[in-house]
C-alpha cells in the first residue's frame, strides 16, 4: 500500500483525490490537510463515507504524524511556496496539480527535487484529454504562423490564464516535436 496525504483537501480537486483514493486498494489516505473544513472526516467531505481521516491545518504535524510516501498538492502557489520545503524536509515524493508558478519557480523546485534525490511530478492537469489537446498543440504549432488560447473556467477559477493554458504556449513555443 502507498501511503498517500491531500495537502487541499477540502477544494475541488483535493475531493476528488480523495474520492479516487478510496476506490483503490493499492493506496491509503494517510493524512489530508487543508486551512478551511478542519476537523472534518475527509472521506465524508468528499462523499465516500468516513475514512477515519481528519483535515488538519498543520502540515507539519500532518506529515511527521501519517509518514506518508507520496503527497498531492492541490492548493494555490501561494500555499505551495510554503508547502514545498515542507515536503522536502520530510522526504516525501511529491505529485503537484497546483498552478500559478513561475517557470523560475518550476526550475528552483526541479533543482532542489534532484539534488535532494526526490521523486516529483508536476502538472497543470492532470485529465487525459488536457494532456492530448496540450501535446497535439505542440505537434500542430510548427505548421502555423499564430495561434489563439481561448479558454473558459467556472466563476471559482483563481489563476488566469490558467496553468494548462501556459503549459500549452511553452510546449507550442519549444518548437520541438515531442517524443510520442
Known amino acids: 500500500m502507498i501511503r498517500v496525504c491531500v495537502v487541499g483537501a477540502a477544494g475541488k480537486m483535493g475531493r476528488e483525490i480523495v474520492r479516487t483514493l478510496a476506490r483503490e486498494k493499492?493506496?491509503?489516505?494517510?493524512?489530508?490537510?487543508?486551512?478551511q473544513e478542519v476537523g472534518q472526516d475527509a472521506g465524508v467531505l468528499s462523499g465516500v463515507g468516513p475514512l477515519g481521516v481528519l483535515i488538519q491545518d498543520d502540515l507539519e504535524r500532518v506529515l511527521g504524524g501519517s509518514a506518508p510516501?507520496?503527497?498531492?498538492?492541490?492548493?494555490?502557489?501561494?500555499a505551495l511556496r510554503k508547502n514545498f520545503p515542507v515536503?522536502?524536509?520530510?522526504?516525501?515524493?511529491?505529485v503537484i496539480g497546483t498552478t500559478g508558478l513561475t517557470q523560475d519557480e518550476i526550475q528552483s523546485m526541479r533543482q532542489v527535487v534532484e539534488s535532494e534525490r526526490l521523486g516529483c511530478?508536476?502538472?497543470?492537469?492532470?485529465?487525459?484529454?488536457?494532456?492530448?489537446?496540450?501535446?497535439?498543440?505542440r505537434i500542430a504549432a510548427p505548421f502555423f504562423q499564430a495561434a489563439e488560447?481561448?479558454?473558459?473556467?467556472?466563476?471559482?477559477?483563481?489563476d488566469a490564464p490558467s496553468g494548462t493554458a501556459l503549459k500549452t504556449i511553452e510546449g507550442m513555443d519549444s518548437g520541438a516535436f515531442p517524443d510520442p
Open 26 to 35: 493499492d493506496f491509503v489516505l494517510v493524512g489530508a490537510c487543508d486551512v
Open 69 to 78: 510516501q507520496v503527497v498531492c498538492d492541490f492548493t494555490h502557489a501561494e
Open 87 to 94: 515536503f522536502v524536509k520530510h522526504r516525501v515524493a511529491m
Open 121 to 137: 511530478v508536476i502538472a497543470p492537469n492532470f485529465a487525459i484529454g488536457a494532456v492530448l489537446m496540450m501535446y497535439f498543440a
Open 149 to 158: 488560447i481561448i479558454e473558459y473556467h467556472h466563476p471559482q477559477k483563481k
